[in-house]
């Protein structure tokens, strides 16, 4: 459901690229204060713009939530690797 809902967004969000731009440097304050300035005087005009800054903030509070594991096989398939140099490097000093 929560991937649904984010490709949703994202989908939305790429509809307009001047707003989409403007919208990710708004939300991580990358806007000089002139375009902050425009941006904010859209944003209490344009309630789409509204909604997409609200779906925005959730979808990156749902990233920022999510905890990003490796796989189990990564992880043991790292260490093999690891272990296989080891042993090739302690061969090599014979």
């Known amino acids: 459901m929560a991937l649904r809902y984010f490709s949703v967004t994202i ?7 001047y707003f989409t ?6 939300m991580y304050n990358e806007l ?4 902050k300035s425009r941006f ?6 344009n309630q789409e713009l509204q909604q997409r800054l609200f779906e925005a903030k959730q979808a990156l509070a749902f990233l920022d939530d999510a905890s990003v594991e490796p796989s189990a096989t990564s992880v ?4 093999e690797h690891a272990k296989n140099i ?9």
Do not use: C, F, G, T
């Not at 939305?12 to 690229?17: A, E, I, K, R, V």
């Not at 731009?21 to 708004?26: F, Q």
């Not at 904010?40 to 005009?45: F, G, P, Q």
């Not at 080891?86 to 014979?94: G, V």
């Open 11 to 17: 989908k939305l969000l790429m509809s307009d690229n």
């Open 21 to 26: 731009d403007n919208l990710v440097l708004y």
């Open 32 to 35: 000089d204060a002139e375009q």
């Open 40 to 45: 904010e005087a859209e944003l209490a005009e």
């Open 76 to 79: 043991n398939l790292i260490l």
């Open 86 to 94: 080891n042993q090739k490097e302690a061969l090599e000093r014979i």
